[in-house]
């Protein structure tokens, strides 16, 4: 290999030499500047010889180099010196392949990947058995960028976990007693599970205050089994004879604390279910009707079941709510089971999963069964997807309400006056207010905002104005307009922080002068910068203040009232343009950060209140008939308005499953905004009313 050196008049000449003669891929070994110009030192592979020097420079500027003269160099030490160049170069060479950047390699689309997360959920969950509505609805939910592996599966387990419903405490409500009837088809184990009941009672609170009732009078031997269990657990028991029904039971057995019935096994296509369900509906005391759902038999199978063992119950004004899932030691996948429980809202309290008593019978916990259910292998015809059933919707649309209504409980109250109740705003604030916040007019209802900013559905009265400062102890306010003397000083007395929400046009008096607030800006100082919420966006607040007067209330008289004045200008975070202005009057006293957290909300304000109208609107043409019912359509948009926002700012896990589920209700896969999970929710609580009046329409047997 051989040294070259090179000189120009400049580095781009110098470089330009070094590519003529070594090419594209010669290594720069070194670069100087000299008084002929740029040196540089550089080498190509496969040359050998001593260093050369090539200069394309003017002639009075080149300079040659001898590498070698006779006597002048010792040609063993400047092959030694070459030798040790090479090395460093090579090892050189090695430090740079090992820097280099991996070569760019092909990447999905946002499109694409997003179809592709969206068929490999789609096909997880198949592959376990959720069937193809369940699993649809689910893999719409996700949002881009799901990392495979160990987070898909968390995630996975919460969306399932949010759609099973589970008590709090299974054994607690076990252990409070009652009339427990156990149903479902043969071989599905109700008397050994009716056993296993017993005893985890019986251990607890001793034999004498349980009995077993048995109500088979079909199968063969299934008496002595039972009779067989309660001599083993020393608990009474008896049995019905043909034609008896609960209500002929002996005192002795009525009156025990719990009573566990254990009944025939039916198909779901036999005639004398109905005539079982009337058998159990004989009694004095309410029955607890709890089907029994075999984990190992196939989908259509427990989906009919489950119909046909509720509409028998229905017959004869029972309801069966609760269930128990048995012979999960026998079941390939739990998919199937599990799914159909959620279809049908079913609560399921506890699983069995072998023929021990009473140890094989356990609390269901809803995150571990789905753990379990999803490390099921796909079988061919899971890829065959069939029709959705309308179950399915009602199964997403429940999720969505249990999860908000175990978040938020001012859900049901707003639930009711959708419904027709008598509507109304608050008297006072919930005990959660941190802010209170009003409209445009003095005589609008207060935005209710709690101390992580996030609105409360129910509107506050906005009442008499002397007596606001009693009815917002503890809070911040934002009003419409100046408050009268009075309240100001009683604000002032009580500590409460307060500013309201001025035009550009409002007139106050500076240095003596009465202006506009729009002509205050080349008298305000800068009050520094904050990032807030603007029309669903995070923009750049500027803040500008300055000492001004006004009268209170806004009378024109004797200014009194010494105020500051909060110029506010709004700049896009990105290209920092201005895209709004804002003006605001507090009291002078007002602490900075006071005033920070007041201007925060009261940015968040206006979004909501651009919300309410737009649902007003929306309610108003979707459904006339409450056109003539102001109250109650100002309460439901409030409501709808609140909860939408409160969804778009809440960032804990619960929200983002909750928002996620809303927008795929109706199919949407845009960014979400305020705006259009207000849509989402008034199509839920749609969906909700109309899926009630129909229950309500069919008859009995049917609902």
Known sequence: MTVKRFVGTSSREAMRQVRAVLGEDALIIANRPTDAGIEILAMADGEAGGAET??????????????STAGAVDTASLLASHERLLNEVQAMREMLDAARPPQPVEVDTPDEAGEQQYKDLRSRLLGAGFGAGLAEDIAATAGPGLTPGAATDTWLVRQLQNRLRTPADAVAELEEGGLLALVGPTGVGKT????????????????????????DHYRVGARDQLKVYADLLGVAMHVLAPGESLADLPQDIASKPLLIVDTAGMGQRDQRLREQMQQLAGGTRPVRAVLMVNASSQAETLDDTVVAYREAARSAGVEIVNAIVSKLDEAPRLGPAL?????HNLCLHFVAYGQRVPEDLAPAAAGELMSEALMASASPEDEVAGARDPLDRGLALQSVWQQLSRELGELDS??????????AALAEAPAATRFLVQGRDATEDFLALDRGGLALLSPVAAGPARQLPQRAEGC??????????????MLLERQIPWLVAASHQSRVYCEGQRMPLSQLWSRAESAGAMAVNFRAREVQLRLH?????????????RCSVRLRACLGELRNLDTGAVVGRRYWLAPAELHADDCRALLAQQMFAETFFALRRKASDLLGERLPT?????A?????????????????????????????????????????????????????FGQREALRRLALSLPAGNA
């Open 192 to 215: 050994t599970t009716a056993a296993k009941l017993a005893a985890r009672y019986a251990m607890r609170y001793g034999s004498g205050d349980i009995a077993l009732v048995s109500a």
């Open 545 to 557: 203040t300055v000492t001004v007067y006004a009268a209170p209330g806004g009378r024109r008289r």
């Open 476 to 489: 911040g306010l934002m009003l419409s307009k100046l408050p009268d003397s009075h309240s100001a000083l």
């Open 632 to 684: 109650r359509l100002h309460c439901v948009a409030h409501g709808l308005a609140a909860l939408a926002c409160r969804l778009d700012g809440d960032h804990s896990e619960w929200a983002l499953d909750v928002r996620a589920q809303l927008l795929a209700l109706d199919g949407r896969t845009r960014r979400r905004s305020p705006q259009l999970l207000l849509q989402a929710l008034l199509q839920l």
């Open 339 to 343: 799914a159909t429980i959620m279809r």
């Open 54 to 67: 090539v200069s394309l420079a003017p002639k009075p500027r080149l300079q040659a180099v001898e590498t």
């Open 414 to 423: 707003l639930q009711r006056v959708w419904g027709g109740e008598a509507a």
């Open 626 to 630: 409450w056109r003539g019912q102001a």
